[in-house]
């Protein structure tokens, strides 16, 4: 946890501050005695702790510790605290609660030695780490960590990620490293701080003299967005040239600066996806005779954030999704046995289904390990075609991609579904359902354009006849 402060002075106040919270969520009353030393690093109070009971109410005395130094807490201190609740009991004052608080955590030792206390004294507390973040919390709310967690996996590519809890003038804010030299400050909502209260928050100790560049999370977002939206417009571009392209065609083709594209081209070279050679730019997608994990990566990004028409009814688009696609996502999905007509039917439903190739390639929790059992691996394949129908179902009602499935012929998806309830004897309800998703054009006198549309049999010109877009 980070307590920011200005001075030693205004250090000792926020530690009181912060302190007297966390006793009054506590319980404690009447808090007095306080004694800040250390330029500001440590406080030391007294306090009562009022027990109503059946008999009327007694007093409980308190004696608390706050420690705010940049270390851990070490043996010597915890003794001399220790020694004080100690002192105070064998003066007559009967039974003593002690806190011990220390913001920046303790040692070993002194952990060890708390563990054995807290076994036969329940009046010694020790509050550090997640305790005292839990507290803290308590008071001011929960932080949305997977938000937070979102915008750094977006940004950075993360999930794991540490954040401390930051605490100045009575209110906390989220603290984390986005890399070596850059950290931001979110509210605890996850979304950004003021820019009035980021420039006071940066001026404060400790952050002031840790030598990182603090960033708001949307403008590193925004920036990292934008590096990913060039790498997949290049990748596009070389796509859609047959894979390669002269650099000063690359130039004029790409809405960028060219300090931007090469920055990008360098990167790209670096991760074996492209290769510059005599002022031509070649795509890299095979490694060792398979699709490459960074190919792979890249293309994910362009069907989650650049897809255009244009690609989709590509033959160099189509052509990706063939049988290396089908073993990489064998690989990405070892529970996965696809015979060879399965094979083809899964390369024409990713062929119709962005959705489904995103999902096919990132592991899914149920397809990860490989079972040898015929059942199993006939149950783990019907599991995964149930996903991807899914998602082609889910794609095929999105409107952005209504004019992609007019232009293919795609007229109709048809679901049907059997429902049965169960009881412990019977079947106690069941119903059979059919339901047929179609896109087509209005007439030019309803306004024209592609719709989504719901088919329904007995509102055809024959009653309760099937028809099907080939009937006549």
């Excluded at 919270?21 to 404690?28: A, M, Q, R």
């Excluded at 997640?130 to 940004?155: A, V």
């Excluded at 289904?353 to 015929?374: F, V, W």
């Excluded at 006198?445 to 006849?465: F, K, M, N």
Aim: glycine share 6%; proline share 2%; hydrophobic share 35%.
């Amino acid at each position: 946890m980070l307590l920011l402060h200005k001075d030693s002075n205004d250090k000792g106040r926020q530690l009181e501050e912060l302190t007297l919270l966390i006793l009054k969520n506590i319980g404690f009353a009447d808090i007095s005695e306080r004694e800040i030393t250390i330029g500001g690093s440590e406080l030391d109070l007294t306090a009562n702790l009022i027990i109503n009971h059946p008999a009327g109410r007694s007093i409980r005395r308190l004696i608390c510790e706050c420690k705010a130094h940049s270390d851990r807490s070490n043996m010597p201190d915890f003794l001399k605290f220790l020694g004080k609740i100690y002192t105070e009991e064998a003066v007559g004052s009967g039974e003593v609660y002690g806190y011990f608080i220390s913001l920046n955590g303790v040692n070993g030792n002194v952990q060890g030695l708390y563990n054995s206390l807290s076994k036969t004294n329940d009046n010694i507390k020790l509050y550090t780490g997640d305790q005292l973040n839990n507290i803290l919390l308590n008071i001011f709310g929960g932080i949305r960590t997977d938000i937070i967690g979102e915008h750094l996996f977006n940004i950075a590519n993360r999930r794991v990620y540490e954040f401390h809890i930051v605490y100045y003038d009575k209110n906390i804010y989220a603290y984390f490293d986005i890399d070596d030299n850059i950290y931001t400050i979110l509210n605890t909502n996850g979304s950004d701080i003021e820019d009035s209260l980021a420039t006071k928050l940066q001026s404060l100790e400790p952050i002031a003299s840790n030598g990182k560049l603090y960033q708001p999370i949307k403008h590193k977002y925004d920036e990292v967005k934008r590096a990913k939206e060039l790498r997949c417009d290049l990748v596009i571009l070389l796509l859609l040239n047959e894979e390669s392209i002269d650099y000063n065609n690359l130039l004029q083709e790409l809405p960028y600066d060219e300090e931007d594209i090469n920055n990008i081209i360098n990167i790209l070279d670096s991760e074996t996806i492209v290769n510059k050679n005599d002022n031509i730019i070649t795509l890299i997608k095979y490694d060792s005779g398979r699709y490459s994990e960074p190919f792979i990566n890249v293309f994910l990004d362009i069907i989650s954030m650049r897809l255009t028409k244009e690609l989709l009814d590509s033959y160099a688009y189509r052509d990706i999704i063939n049988n290396t696609l089908l073993d990489y996502i064998i690989n990405m999905q070892p529970a996965l046995h696809l015979s060879a007509d399965e094979k083809i039917e899964a390369q024409k439903v990713l062929r119709l289904s962005p959705s489904a190739i995103i999902y096919s390639c990132i592991p899914d929790q149920m397809l990860k390990n490989e079972n040898n059992s015929d059942e199993t691996k006939e149950w783990m394949n019907k599991y995964y075609f149930s996903k991807i129908y899914q998602l082609l179902i889910s794609d095929y009602r999105n409107k952005t991609l209504y004019k992609f499935y007019l232009d293919r012929g795609i007229r109709e998806i048809e679901v049907i579904n059997e429902y049965k309830i169960k009881s412990v004897n019977k079947i106690e309800v069941e119903r059979n359902s059919r339901t047929r998703y179609g896109v087509g054009e209005l007439s030019d006198e309803l306004g024209g354009g592609i719709i989504s549309i719901l088919i329904i049999d007995h509102c055809c010109p024959v009653h309760d006849l099937h028809v099907e877009p080939w009937s006549s």
